[in-house]
């Protein structure tokens, strides 16, 4: 079924006002659509941001912890190396100061060492059994006391005296 002419004149303004409003409306709804966009973008922009900033301040603590164990596990080595090149150093010098004492067996002044070494038994232990040691010095015995006066044992027991170890 069709209008007559004269009633699509008269319904052309309806459609034009119908038109306009829907187009209107349209306008209202792509606006508002468009504005909800951008605050959706905007607040995932800021949330982006935001896990940007955090995952940079994790990275950040993480380069900064492990950067700390690094250090200190570094310095650890260090130190034990010091330790251990001390160790070697100490060892080193209680070989040779037992080497030096041992020397003395064959020194001009190893009698007058040996006479003082008995007066020092005989003060210490009286009545000891009094021998020589191989390695220099005296070994003085009295039953269950025993008193070592070898020259590496004195050496040893003077080096290892307060104040003598740096």
């Known amino acids: 079924m069709s209008l007559p002419p004269a009633a699509d004149a008269a319904l052309a303004p309806l459609r034009a006002a119908l038109l306009a409003d829907a187009q209107a409306r349209a306008a209202e709804i792509t606006r508002a659509a468009a504005a909800q966009a951008r605050a ?3 607040d995932a922009e800021r949330e982006a941001s ?3 900033a955090a995952a940079v301040a994790a990275g950040e603590a993480a380069a900064r912890a492990e950067a700390a ?3 200190a596990r570094a310095r650890r080595q260090a130190a034990e190396r ?6 070697e150093g100490w060892l080193a010098v209680r070989e040779a100061v ?7 067996r064959d ?4 009698p007058a060492i040996l006479e003082s070494l008995r007066a020092v038994a005989a003060a210490e232990l009286p009545g000891a059994t009094i021998t020589e040691s191989p390695d220099g010095g005296l070994v003085a015995q009295s ?3 025993r008193l070592d006066l ?3 044992t004195l050496a040893l027991d003077l080096l290892e005296s307060p104040g003598a170890r740096p």
């Open 40 to 42: 959706i973008l905007d």
């Open 50 to 52: 935001a896990i940007r």
């Open 69 to 71: 164990e690094r250090s």
């Open 82 to 87: 010091v330790l251990a090149a001390r160790t």
């Open 98 to 104: 037992r080497d030096a004492a041992r020397a003395l």
């Open 107 to 110: 020194d001009p002044r190893h």
């Open 143 to 145: 039953g269950t006391r």
């Open 150 to 152: 070898t020259l590496p």
